[in-house]
Each structure stands twice: as structure tokens, then as C-alpha cells.
């Protein structure tokens, strides 16, 4: 993906004031570099690796500019353990301790001493890539699988015990072949930077699951690591880590990191004092001049990225992680907190956020923003600019309303409450949200995610079933625009389970089948289950892992899942780069015209007629690299069986079928259809065509 021209002179963080944080290892020891504005002394203290309380030694820092202090030592090498002191003065926004042992916020290892307490440690990340290179997937052919590091590998029956829910356990071949087998281009890790449960959690015998709370962001989080690396120590876990990058791009994968730069697990004041909150709390978090924290994330603070210290630390983990481990992208938890400038508003050219766009340093990276967080103004989908993509939230709600709650509404009130031209402008890449210089391209679509219902919950469950997080069911979200299908959660009535398996397969062919880049949720492609819990971020069970064993109809799934993907990468009209424009040929755009269930011209007043709910997508990309390419797509979108007349488009003389909906298992043949024939729908379904004209 090319990195946009800068768009405005290079921000202050970028100055070579704050170049070597962190240990810099040289032939006469290790230099450290700590940022502190309000500090009135820094120290670095080393400790026993045996015996992490034992103080071996302590060395004062210097101040050296800019608020950057440092010391030299030949005590700092490969395999230190060590912390920082730092003492500043009593302030409503301090929270100074010259007892207190922190973590550097640039360590690249870390070992535990007791819950709650680390040290930082010193790491040798030498390694041999060989002759490995990244896949730099294009992102029009990207189709992106989230997936939890753990729970993927933790229950596959062909990966050794020893490696279950590892590092090592992605990295095998069993579980790089069923990727490569499924399609997909990118897995899409939740967040594997170091990261601790809330006491909160502890207390209720819970832990938390998903990793949202994070220690560090250079270091990889030790838990996710081999019995063997662990032993072994910090060294061999970065090696695990970078081994496992190496497997999935033999394979053509990339990897994307699911990265919390918002807020800490320091949480609110009065939460733990592990690293930023004793280095220079004002600082490094958002709060008023009494020192309230501004939490503008709903996790008890919010890093502070008006502070220039704190951007620089952030564009430095991303250039580590990118260029070091070799992560192809990032998806940015809570971003527009990012975002936010000195008076704590969004602000899309954000020095960072521009930065992070345009750094050279991170050229061909993907980056993609969840774009919300819950401050004022926290909503900002559509709002970031060149060389960002977005999850679209829009399109997961449109898709959903859709294909379920608008037919349990018709259920109900014998009329659906809306129409299918929201719909439609979501299949067509959302051009109403993503300027026509950002594309479709900017638009991650998705229908779940790791938060909210699975797939097969989400055609299951009226309603979430929390009550085993502790909350009494408050947590999670009480608008899931989801439908049971005539009975909450599990039944034996075969009617309501066909209609549910063809609900998933209808959401799964929509979102393969869209433009934009599409995200699958892992277990999504055999629907697997939470049992109604939308919000089971401090499940580490068997709710939450994988379950490799599967019936007929979650092979039957698969098998759909499998096709959609294929034919996604054979037919480029599905993924076009750019929008379409009405007066004027575009490069890698997708021609669209639309037609009614009689084969016309879709009429205006029909697009938000709710009892005209069957519509026609025809797509003819426009092609740079890639051969000419003609697709229609037919989507019926209420529960009573519907006669479809395929268009007659001069010159196009046959329809070729690839795949439909209806059936269980997908069909292996590919029937011809003429144009002018009619095709039969059961309720709700979709049929993709490929458009053919004359033979050569």
C-alpha cells in the first residue's frame, strides 16, 4: 500500500531528540534513554536475574536535552534485568515515587517478579530471516481473518500438546495449511503486545482474555509463549514470535497485529504504578490541571498524544514491530483517541495519525482504525485520511439489519421497515462514507467481530447471555440487530436450524462478495458458538477456543466459505480499488448498474420501497493488471419465494452460475443460464453470475 505525500511539515516528535529511547547496546555496554518532563531525578537500577529484588547495582542518569535523561554503563548488555527510579516534585497531576521499580516503556523484554510487578530486561534480537520476505498482499486482494493467538491453535487436534494456544502453535504447519487452504491472505492477531488482568477480574476468579489492557508495546506477551521459550527467557520468546511471522509469509500470510496504544494497565488513579504513571504522569495521560484523567477509552485512562514524548513512543513500537518482527499492519484499538489533540478533541490530521501514514519507515504497512472510542466526538467512521482504513461499523449494521432484523420485523408486522438501497450502498464499497480518494479500499467490512455475537450466534440469540462475566448481565452490547429465528439459542426444530444456516451463509456470501477489504471472525467459517455471551473477553476456556471437531453442517459451511473466498481472488469486478465515476472512465473501478427482479432498470422510487426488497448487481471492472471481468449478483432480501428474469444487456449472452446460497453444500457444476431466463429464489437468498458475451 503506497504511503501518502507528507501533507504537512515533519511533527516535533520526530526530531532526532527522541532517536535511541530505550537500551541501545555498544562496544562499551548499553546507553538507556528515558523521557521525563517533570522528573527531578532518573536512575537505573539492575537487579540478580535470579533474584529479581536483589539490587546489584544503580546508576544515575544525566539530563541531556529535551527532557530526555541518559546513562552509559558496561552493566547494560544482552540479558540485563533492570528497572527505573524517578523522583519529581508533589502536583495534583504527579504521581512520583523514588521507591517505586518501573518498567522502560522501550524494553523489549520483561520478566515477572509477582502479580503486578516486572522487570525490564535487556534482549539479544538477533535473528535469521533468511531469505524471507513479506508477502506485501495488495490490498484489493486481502481478506482478513481475526482470530484470538491462543484460542486458535489451543484445541487443534495436529498441533503437539506442547504447543497448544502458542506462538509455535500458529507457526505450525497444521494450522498454516488449513489457513492456506481457506483462503485467506492476513490473520488478524487480537493483541499479543504484554499485557495484565485487571485486579477487578482476579477477584472474581476471571482473567482477562482478549488482552485489551497492555503493559508494554514493545514486548510480546510472555503467556503466549512455549513452557520451553519461557524458560529460556525473554531472548527465545522474540524468537518464537519472529519464527511464527517467518512460517505464515513462507505460506503467503501476512500478519497484522491488533495494537492498544489508547490507555494502559496502569488504569485509573489509585490503579497500578508500573511504568508511565511514575515516569511522568501528567504527562503521559489526558487529565484536567487538578488531575483528573480525561478517559476518553472507558478503561481508565488515555494515553496522551499531545505529548510529543508519547507519539514518538507510539511511532516507535509500530517501526520495531514492523521492522524488526516483521508484522505487515496494525488495526488501532480506540484510534480516534489517537487522535486527540491538547484540548482532547479529534483532530484526522493529528500529527501522529499523519504520521503514522506517512513515515516512510512504515511504507507498505496496512493500517486500519477502529474509528470510535467513547469520548465526546468519538465516533469517527469515514474520517480518517489517505493511507488509513477503517472498520465500518455502517456496513456490519446495514448487513445485519438487513439480512436479520428486518425479517424478524416483517415476521412481525407483515412488511419489512426498509428497502434495499442502504444495502446495496454497502455491497458497492460505501462510497457515501469514503471519499472517492480514499476508495472502497477504505472500508473494512465486517459482520462480527471478537466483540459481539459469533456468526452462528448472531442467527441464534434474540438477546446476549452475559451472566458469566460477573456484571449481572450489564456488560456488552444491547443492540445486536440479531434474530433467533423463532427460538433463543439451542433447539431441534429442523426448520428453524435450515433457516438459520442459510441466514450465515446469506451474511458470509454478502460479505465476500462486497467491495472493500473483507474480515472474517475465526470460527465464523464453521460457526462456531459463545452460547449467547457477546462479550466474553475474560473467558480463557473452551468457550472462547476453538473447536476443531465439526459436524456435516459446519463442513458444509466451510465448503461455502472455502468457494466464496476463491471466487473473490477469480473475479477482480468484486474488489474494485477505486469508485466508479458516472461521466468519466476509472482505473480499477467497478462499473454498476442495478436491476430489478424483472430484469429492468432499477426504477428510483423502488430503492426504498420496502415490498421491493430483489435486486440486480452488475459489476464490469475496469482493468489495469488484471484480465476484463463481469459479475452479477443477485440478492433477495424478503422470506416469500421470489422469480428473478435475468437481464438482457447487449452484449452479454450467457450467465454462468458459481454459486448460490440455497444450498447446503455448495454445487460443484456450473450451470449456463441465458439471458431473459428466470431464475427461482427460495426466501432470502443470493446468486453470483459471471457475465460472458460472444466466444472468440
Not at 87 to 111: C, K, M, S
Request: net charge negative; hydrophobic share 40%; aromatic share 8%.
Amino acid at each position: 500500500m503506497a504511503r501518502p505525500k507528507p501533507s504537512s511539515p515533519a511533527a516535533p516528535f520526530l526530531g532526532a531528540a527522541y532517536d535511541r529511547m530505550g537500551v541501545t547496546l555498544g562496544p562499551g555496554g548499553g546507553t538507556l534513554r528515558v523521557w521525563s518532563e517533570a522528573a527531578t531525578s532518573v536512575e537505573l537500577v539492575l537487579v540478580d536475574p535470579t533474584d529479581l529484588d536483589w539490587i546489584i547495582a544503580a546508576h544515575p542518569l544525566t539530563p541531556v536535552g529535551a527532557d530526555v535523561w541518559e546513562v552509559t554503563t558496561p552493566d547494560l548488555e544482552a540479558g540485563s534485568c533492570y528497572a527505573l527510579r524517578i523522583d519529581g516534585p508533589p502536583g495534583p497531576q504527579n504521581t512520583f515515587n523514588a521507591e517505586t521499580l518501573l518498567i522502560d516503556p522501550y524494553a523489549r523484554g520483561l520478566v515477572p517478579v509477582r502479580l503486578g510487578e516486572w522487570r525490564s530486561v535487556v534482549v539479544d534480537d538477533a535473528y535469521d530471516w533468511g531469505e524471507a520476505e513479506k508477502p506485501a498482499t495488495p490490498l484489493d486482494h486481502t481478506v482478513i481473518y481475526e482470530a484470538h493467538l491462543k484460542g486458535l491453535s489451543k484445541r487443534h487436534p495436529d498441533v503437539p500438546p506442547a504447543l497448544h494456544g502458542t506462538y509455535a502453535g500458529l507457526g505450525h504447519p497444521a494450522m498454516i495449511e488449513y489457513l492456506a487452504d481457506l483462503g485467506i491472505t492476513a490473520v488478524e492477531l487480537l493483541p499479543i503486545h504484554a499485557f495484565e488482568t485487571e485486579p477487578r477480574l482476579l477477584n472474581h476468579g476471571l482473567t482477562n482474555y482478549w488482552g485489551y489492557n497492555t503493559l508494554n508495546f514493545f514486548t510480546p506477551h510472555g503467556a503466549y509463549a512455549t513452557a520451553e521459550s519461557l524458560a529460556a527467557g525473554p531472548d527465545a520468546v522474540l524468537r518464537e514470535v519472529k519464527d511464527m511471522v517467518k512460517a505464515l509469509h513462507a505460506a503467503g500470510i501476512e500478519v497484522l497485529l491488533d495494537v492498544v496504544y489508547n490507555h494502559t494497565s496502569e488504569l485509573e488513579i489509585g490503579g497500578p504504578r508500573s511504568s508511565f504513571r511514575g515516569i511522568d504522569n501528567a504527562a503521559y495521560y489526558r487529565q484536567t490541571k487538578d488531575g483528573v484523567y480525561i478517559d476518553v477509552t472507558g478503561c481508565g485512562n488515555s494515553v496522551n498524544t499531545a505529548t510529543d514524548a508519547a507519539s514518538r513512543l507510539i511511532l516507535d513500537s509500530l517501526r520495531y514491530w514492523a521492522n524488526e518482527v516483521r508484522v505487515d499492519g496494525f488495526r488501532f484499538d480506540l484510534a480516534p483517541t489517537l487522535g486527540r489533540n491538547a484540548r482532547h478533541e479529534f483532530d484526522p490530521d493529528h500529527p501522529l495519525l499523519r504520521a503514522i501514514a506517512e513515515d516512510p519507515a512504515l511504507a507498505g504497512v496496512k493500517m486500519i482504525a477502529e474509528p470510535w472510542d467513547v469520548g465526546m466526538g468519538g465516533w469517527q467512521t469515514g474520517s480518517f485520511g489517505a493511507g488509513w482504513s477503517e472498520w465500518n461499523d455502517r456496513y456490519r449494521d446495514r448487513v445485519r439489519n438487513f439480512w436479520l432484523s428486518d425479517v424478524d420485523y416483517a415476521r412481525r408486522a407483515s412488511t419489512p421497515p426498509a428497502g434495499v438501497g442502504g444495502f446495496a450502498t454497502r455491497l458497492a464499497g460505501s462510497s457515501n462514507t469514503f471519499t472517492p480518494e480514499r476508495g472502497p479500499l477504505a472500508s473494512i467490512n465486517f459482520v462480527t467481530a471478537h466483540d459481539g455475537f459469533t456468526l452462528r450466534d448472531l442467527v441464534s440469540y434474540d438477546v446476549k447471555h452475559n451472566l458469566g462475566n460477573g456484571e449481572q448481565n450489564r456488560d456488552g452490547a444491547d443492540t445486536n440487530r440479531s434474530f433467533n429465528h423463532g427460538a433463543e439459542g439451542p433447539t431441534d426444530d429442523l426448520r428453524i436450524l435450515a433457516t438459520r444456516r442459510k441466514a450465515m451463509r446469506n451474511l458470509l456470501g454478502t460479505l465476500l462478495l462486497s467491495a472493500g477489504v473483507p474480515m472474517i471472525t475465526a470460527g465464523d467459517e464453521f460457526g462456531r458458538t459463545q452460547r449467547g455471551n457477546n462479550n466474553p473477553y475474560c473467558h480463557d476456556s473452551p468457550l472462547t477456543w476453538l473447536d476443531w471437531q465439526h459436524a456435516e453442517w459446519q463442513e458444509d459451511l466451510l465448503a461455502h466459505v472455502r468457494r466464496l473466498i476463491r471466487l473473490r481472488h477469480e473475479n477482480p469486478a468484486l474488489r474494485p480499488i477505486r469508485f466508479a465515476h458516472a461521466e468519466m472512465s476509472v482505473p480499477s473501478a467497478s462499473v454498476i448498474d442495478w436491476y430489478d427482479a424483472g430484469g429492468h432498470t432499477m426504477a428510483h422510487d423502488r430503492w426504498n420501497d420496502p415490498s421491493h426488497r430483489t435486486l440486480q448487481y452488475d459489476a464490469q471492472s475496469t482493468p489495469e493488471h488484471e484480465a476484463p471481468n463481469r459479475i452479477l449478483l443477485v440478492v433477495h432480501g424478503n422470506e416469500a419465494p421470489a422469480d428473478v428474469t435475468l437481464p438482457q444487456i447487449e452484449g452479454i449472452e450467457r450467465y454462468v452460475s458459481l454459486w448460490s446460497s440455497v444450498p447446503e453444500r455448495p454445487d460443484e457444476d456450473e450451470p449456463v443460464f441465458a439471458p431473459g431466463a428466470t431464475v427461482t429464489l427460495p426466501g432470502t437468498a443470493l446468486h453470483l453470475f459471471r457475465m460472458e458475451g460472444a466466444r472468440r
